[in-house]
Nanobody, 127 residues
């Protein structure tokens, strides 16, 4: 059974930093894509935050986080990280890590989501 577990959320002041971690397990394939998504309080929609392309390693970011967030990964550990700097109150959200094994690109995953999701970790940025 595929499992995805996020950690690292918390409360931080605007301008501060946090690093989220995500560990995926329960599979043997090396062909997968892991992405980060977030859901702001009171909103139904999810926003695709970042994703690493399985084909060429290119990293995709939402415009709202570009140049502030950094997505990195450790394939040997099936682990990815989201370094979040210069945080803003509008970054407050539950952050989800997700994984997918289909041969789709980040340009599809980020707007439409992935197959397996973690339970999320809450990030609160105070002003």
């Amino acid at each position: 059974e595929v499992q995805v577990v996020e950690s690292g959320g918390g409360v931080v002041q605007a301008g501060g930093s946090l690093r989220l971690s995500c560990v995926a397990s329960g599979f043997v394939s090396d062909d997968y894509t892991i992405g980060w998504f977030r859901q702001a309080p009171g909103k139904e929609d999810y926003e695709g935050v970042s994703c690493i392309s399985r084909s060429d390693g290119r990293i995709y970011y939402a415009n709202s986080v570009k140049d502030r967030f950094t997505h990195t990964g450790d394939n040997a550990k099936n682990t990815v990280y989201l370094q979040m700097d210069t945080l803003k109150p509008e970054d407050t959200a539950t952050y989800y890590c997700a994984i997918d094994f289909r041969e789709l690109g980040c340009d599809t995953y980020l707007p439409y989501g992935m197959s397996y999701w973690g339970k999320g970790t809450l990030v609160t940025v105070s002003s």
